[in-house]
T-cell receptor
Framework: GAGVSQSPRYKVTKRGQDVALRCDPI?????LYWYRQALGQGPEFLTYFNYEAQQDKSGLPNDRFSAERPEGSISTLTIQRTEQRDSAMYRC??????????????FGPGTRLTVT | GESVGLHLPTLSVQEGDNSIINCAYS??????FIWYKQESGKGPQFIID?????DKRQGQRVTVLLNKTVKHLSLQIAATQPGDSAVYFC??????????FGTGTRLQVFP
C-alpha cells in the first residue's frame, strides 16, 4: 500500500509568512509524528498524535508552531510568521499503534522548507 | 536529491565484509531502541529494534547489540552490500512514543 505522503515536497516562503505543511499517514495508522531534521543530524521530535488527540507537543520550538489532526488522519503542521531559522526538512511519520505491540514508525519523504 | 549527513562520522567497508556501527545513547531509563537507515533524499527507514530486557536481537543480515551498563548500542551488518550505503541513526525511546535520535554514521561500501 501507499506509504506516508507529505506535501508540498518543497516550500520556499518569505520571512514573516505563514506556512502549512501536510502529512497523510498510512491508512489505519493510529499515531502520527512530526519531526524536524537539519542536514547532518537525526530527526528532532516536534509533536505527536494518537488519533486526533495531541499527546505531546514538548518539541515544538515556540508558539509560532502548531499542529492539528482533526479527524485522526491527515495532519497539518503550521508555522506562523516564519523566520529564517525555521528552514529545515520537516518529516512526518506514522505508526500502527502507540506503545505495546509496535513502535515502528514509517517516515514520509519530508517537506523541505526554505525561508528567505 | 538531498544529501544527508555531509559531515558525519564515516565508516568505509569493502563489499562482503561485516560492518559494525556504534551508538551511545543518553538516557539510562530508555527502554526501547531502534536503528534507522536513511538514504539520500529519503526518509529514515526502520531496520531493527530491541527492548531493554534483551541484549541481542538478530534480523536478516543485521544484529543489534545492547549494553545497558555503558549505554551502548551497535548495529552489525553481515556481508555488507553496496545497497547498504546510507546514513544510519540509532534512536531511543523512554516509555513514550517520542524517539530521540542520535548522531548518524555514514556507511560507505566499496566494491
Amino acid at each position: 500500500g501507499a506509504g506516508v505522503s507529505q506535501s508540498p515536497r518543497y516550500k520556499v516562503t518569505k520571512r514573516g509568512q505563514d506556512v502549512a505543511l501536510r502529512c497523510d499517514p498510512i491508512s489505519g495508522h493510529v499515531s502520527l509524528y512530526w519531526y524536524r531534521q537539519a542536514l547532518g543530524q537525526g530527526p528532532e521530535f516536534l509533536t505527536y498524535f494518537n488519533y486526533e488527540a495531541q499527546q505531546d507537543k514538548s518539541g515544538l520550538p515556540n508558539d509560532r508552531f502548531s499542529a492539528e489532526r482533526p479527524e485522526g488522519s491527515i495532519s497539518t503542521l503550521t508555522i506562523q510568521r516564519t523566520e529564517q531559522r525555521d528552514s529545515a526538512m520537516y518529516r512526518c511519520a506514522s505508526s500502527f499503534d502507540s506503545g505495546g505491540s509496535s513502535y515502528e514508525q514509517y517516515f514520509g519523504p519530508g517537506t523541505r522548507l526554505t525561508v528567505t | 536529491g538531498e544529501s544527508v549527513g555531509l559531515h558525519l562520522p564515516t565508516l568505509s567497508v569493502q563489499e562482503g565484509d561485516n560492518s559494525i556501527i556504534n551508538c551511545a545513547y543518553s538516557n539510562s531509563a530508555s527502554d526501547y531502541f531502534i536503528w534507522y537507515k536513511q538514504e539520500s533524499g529519503k526518509g529514515p527507514q526502520f531496520i531493527i529494534d530491541i527492548r531493554s530486557n534483551m541484549d541481542k536481537r538478530q534480523g536478516q543480515r543485521v544484529t543489534v547489540l545492547l549494553n545497558k551498563t555503558v549505554k551502548h548500542l551497535s548495529l552489525q551488518i553481515a556481508a555488507t552490500q553496496p545497497g547498504d550505503s546510507a546514513v544510519y541513526f540509532c534512536a531511543e525511546n523512554m516509555d513514550t512514543d517520542k524517539l530521540i535520535f542520535g548522531t548518524g554514521t555514514r556507511l560507505q561500501v566499496f566494491p
